[in-house]
């Protein structure tokens, strides 16, 4: 990517790409991190595609990374018992400094009973799942850290019973964040429509913290809602309908979900917002209907609609009946439909609309979209880093195609892919990095 990096930059790269990759007219959405330059990038981006190629002329362009949101709220709820956590930052910092130390440390913590299966590792102060992760792993060694603090005079970050019940307590917060952060961020499932659902449930969980009576867990509980109303007032619109193209959802805990988020007081204008999503959706409807037909008029095969007569009287049929009417019945008759039960075992929404396309066929193609749109660029952003972790300053001598091939395999047996020739391609890929490297 050019220097500079402005919006102006960024679309024009994006777009050739696009263009290279044949897919500037097959584009539903683009998902990108909450920051000025991302909004300044969509506008631009839909001049040089075109509105006309676009999903309602781009309106649902913009897809805002939900676990970036998530990091900014968590972020700003951090800030706030930043000093209460510095104290085991400190400390494991102390018993991680050199090798020497990391010995000891396992030596008291073995003479206490404590596993050292998880080894300590500092965080990252800007990743607030880093410091998640690090406080998770320190906690188990509470009676070990206690030892030290009585064998170690250089050791003085000694914690208090009460320090230490309180970083259980931010754990326990900081768990949903991490699990929510984790949903969202999967790629063999669906997470467009689980979106709305998972905020709320965190919305209302830091509610409830609010009013715990721990005074600083109540300060950083008020700091998150804050951030999650300034960050959801506008509902991204891809996620609105997917929420209603979900048969255990629909339009009656869209509803729900904008109450939750916006307020009870607030009903008449939630009402409005499933109202507009409903009307967007009729309107996706209308651009795949279209689609639909010109398809079936660029056939080949002959159709009764070829006849002269016919094709007068259904101009007359279309006057008295018009086509926003099909839509709205079908989408009438999806909403009225019975509800898929929240609780059903194993339920696969995917599977759900491939058998429901034959009796909602427009909407069963939306959905097949919708449902394609990631609400996350951590998946995205981990595959481009994997090349750091292969190409290490051990392996600086491997050739592209051996990095290529490398990170191809390692997404395969994530991916449990492997059959008796993946196996046997595996065993060659070694062979090569084993020449290469003696070579």
């Not at 290279?20 to 909450?34: A, M, R, Y």
């Not at 996620?239 to 959802?249: E, H, N, S, W």
């Not at 409005?272 to 079936?296: A, F, P, R, T």
């Not at 009946?321 to 439909?337: G, K, Q, V």
Request: include cysteine; hydrophobic fraction near 40%.
């Amino acid at each position: 990517m050019p220097a500079p990096h402005t919006a102006e930059v960024i679309s024009e790269v994006l777009y050739e790409a696009l263009v290279e990759w044949n897919l500037d007219e097959k584009i539903t959405t683009v998902t990108l991190d909450n920051c000025s330059t991302n909004d300044a990038l969509i506008p631009k981006l839909v001049r040089k595609i075109g509105k006309g190629k676009l999903l309602l002329e781009g309106k649902l362009l913009h897809m805002r990374c939900c676990a970036h949101i998530l990091n900014l709220i968590v972020k700003d709820g951090l800030d706030v018992i930043q000093p209460a956590i510095a104290k085991i930052r400190d400390s494991v910092a102390f018993w991680t400094a050199t090798p020497k130390r990391v010995e000891k440390f396992e030596e008291i913590a073995k003479y206490v009973k404590v596993s050292t299966d998880n080894k300590l590792g500092l965080d990252c102060k800007t990743r607030w799942n880093s410091t998640y992760k690090m406080l998770k792993v320190a906690l188990p060694y509470e009676p070990a850290f206690n030892r030290a603090a009585r064998v170690e005079k250089l050791y003085v970050c000694a914690h208090s019973k009460e320090e230490w019940d309180f970083a259980r307590e931010v754990v326990g917060r900081l768990k949903m964040f991490d699990d929510i952060t984790a949903l969202f961020s999967g790629t063999n499932y669906v997470t467009a429509n689980v979106q709305l659902f998972k905020i709320c449930e965190a919305k209302t969980k830091i509610k409830q913290c609010s009013a715990c009576g721990i005074p600083i867990t109540e300060e950083m509980s008020t700091k998150m809602i804050e951030k999650i109303d300034k960050y959801w007032k506008d509902i991204q619109g891809p996620m609105g309908i997917a929420t209603v193209l979900d048969p255990r959802f629909k339009t009656e805990y869209l509803l729900g979900f904008f109450e939750c988020l916006f307020g009870h007081n607030t009903s008449k204008d939630c009402w409005q917002k499933v109202e507009d999503v409903k009307n967007s959706l009729c309107d996706l409807m209308k651009e795949y209907q279209l689609e639909d037909d010109e398809d079936n008029t660029e056939s080949s095969v002959p159709s009764l609609a070829s006849s002269g007569f016919l094709s007068t009287i259904s101009a007359r049929v279309a006057s008295r009946r018009p086509m926003t009417a099909r839509f709205i019945n079908e989408l009438d008759r999806y909403l009225d439909d019975e509800y898929v039960p929240i609780e059903a075992d194993n339920f696969n929404i995917l599977d759900w609309w491939k058998v429901a396309g034959t009796w909602y066929p427009t909407l069963s193609k939306i959905a097949r979209d919708i449902f394609a749109i990631p609400v996350s660029t951590v998946a995205s952003e981990s595959a481009f880093s994997t090349s750091g972790r292969v190409l290490s300053e051990h392996r600086s001598w491997l050739t592209p195609e051996i990095l290529e091939a490398l990170m191809c395999s390692q997404d395969w047996m994530r991916r449990k892919y492997i059959g008796i020739y993946s196996v046997l391609y595996i065993s060659f890929l070694h062979f090569l990095i084993l020449f290469s490297n003696n070579c």
